[in-house]
């Protein structure tokens, strides 16, 4: 059974999938803008949404900050920016195979 967990290193605007402690994929993001930074922390996803419409593309996948999230984007351009509310956007085919691999609960930790 695999033990997967999430870490977003804001500096390299990257999302790290890791099973145990084995890097399964790295996937690009983007990121919080100045004046509304990621939040930095330990995290777990409480919630998934396929097509939540809007800005968000073709996922939604909710942490335990509330407010705050993984998600898909109408905008592919933004990705590899800082140019969010502070949520992670993710392309929205990563952004689904992502979800379909990580069960609620995963922890994800957001670092510097």
């Known amino acids: 059974m ?3 967990r999430i870490i977003v290193d804001l500096s390299d605007r990257q999302l790290y999938l890791l099973d145990g402690n084995n890097v ?14 990621t939040p930095t922390g ?4 409480i919630n998934k949404q396929p097509n939540p419409g809007g800005p968000f593309g073709a996922y939604w996948m ?3 900050r509330p407010h705050y999230g993984i998600h898909g984007t109408n905008d592919p351009a933004s ?6 509310h502070g949520c992670i956007r993710m392309y929205n085919d990563d952004v ?3 979800a379909a691999t990580v069960p609620i609960n995963t922890r994800v930790t957001i670092r510097p």
């Open 96 to 98: 689904v195979e992502l």
């Open 24 to 37: 399964v994929r790295g996937y690009p993001v983007a990121i919080g803008k100045m004046l509304t930074r």
């Open 62 to 64: 909710g942490l335990s």
């Open 79 to 84: 990705i590899g920016r800082e140019v969010s």
């Open 2 to 4: 695999a033990n997967y």
């Open 42 to 45: 330990e995290y777990q996803i």
